[in-house]
């Protein structure tokens, strides 16, 4: 399939009304419609209270400190995207699906199940003059309605633990073309400081989230979908530079060396890993089948 003959399905998936789309989602995912919408709300959150905010919106500050994977994954969609076919997989407000169309791709596609996250994807390709090589659209990450094999490259950044994986990873691999390669970069399910934070701030996340952040179970359930790569891990002494920014460089350097640890790498927040649709890995499964 060619760029044109996607935009042409592509248009037709835009044609769907909202509530066309929303009547398809069940209670979970429409819960986190209702909660990406408030989230994602600029007129909303910026009238809020400030202790209001604080509570619901408090870990925000927290990603001020992550220069070193935001700086990973920028170098790695300029790397791996012109000339492709990109996908930003739950794109919120659509920052990877803007860097991957100025980094050359050929076409870059955000799917989201807010609409007010698409109408924000939208207005900020159109501000950093992209809007012609961008295509934003409302849909559900589970059942995309993409056609088979059309996607080079894909980014799941921070939105894997909102989805059920046995219905995600059968989708990924099915839109993304033989050869195709998935980021993906998530959240950390195993320092005890990080899961007691998360346990004690609930109102800041869905049920659903909070009780599937990703762990190395999950990167076993991909090996049977993907050949799983390039296994990092991000972030753990640079998350005090919140309160002492002066020193972030320091922590950043520290991060750099004692993640590469054995155990220790486990504490980390986040971490990142590559999917790859090899026609050899698909020939094992086969042949292991």
């Known amino acids: 399939m060619n760029k044109q003959e996607l935009l042409q399905h592509l ?7 909202n509530n066309e789309t929303i009547s398809t989602l069940d209670k979970r995912k429409l819960k986190e419609l209702e909660f990406h919408n408030k989230d994602r709300n600029r007129s909303l959150t910026e009238n809020l209270p400030k202790d209001i905010y604080k ?8 990603y001020n400190t992550v220069r070193l994977s935001r700086n990973y994954t920028e170098c790695w969609i300029e790397n791996n995207c012109k000339g492709k076919i990109f996908l930003d997989y739950a794109c919120g407000n659509g920052l990877n699906a803007i860097k991957a169309a100025k980094a050359g791709a050929e076409l870059a596609i955000g799917l989201d199940i807010s609409d007010i996250s698409i109408k924000n ?5 159109k501000l950093e003059g992209v809007e012609n090589n961008t295509f934003f659209f409302l849909g559900d990450c589970e059942n995309t309605k993409l056609p088979n094999n059309c996607i080079d490259v894909i980014v799941c950044s921070g939105m894997l633990h909102h989805l059920d994986l046995s219905y995600a990873f059968c989708e990924l691999r099915r839109i993304v073309k033989h050869e195709g390669v ?3 970069i ?3 399910d195993y320092n005890p400081v990080i899961k007691f934070y998360r346990k004690m701030t609930p109102q800041m996340r869905t049920d659903w989230e909070r009780k599937n952040i990703l762990s190395y179970k999950d990167i076993d359930f991909a090996k049977k979908f993907f050949d799983v790569k ?3 891990h991000w972030h753990l002494f ?4 919140v309160y002492m920014p002066f020193a972030s460089p320091l922590f950043n350097a520290i991060d750099s060396f004692v993640l590469k640890l054995p155990l220790i790498k486990m504490m980390s927040w986040m971490f990142s890993f590559e999917l790859h ?8 499964c086969i042949q292991g089948a």
């Open 55 to 62: 509570k619901l919106h408090g870990n925000k500050k927290f």
């Open 121 to 125: 994807a939208r207005e900020a390709a």
């Open 238 to 241: 640079c998350i005090a530079g």
């Open 11 to 17: 248009v037709s998936l835009a044609k769907r009304t």
């Open 277 to 284: 649709k090899s026609r050899l890995w698909h020939f094992l």
């Open 186 to 188: 998530e959240a950390l």
């Open 182 to 184: 998935i980021l993906v």
């Open 230 to 232: 390039n296994i990092k």
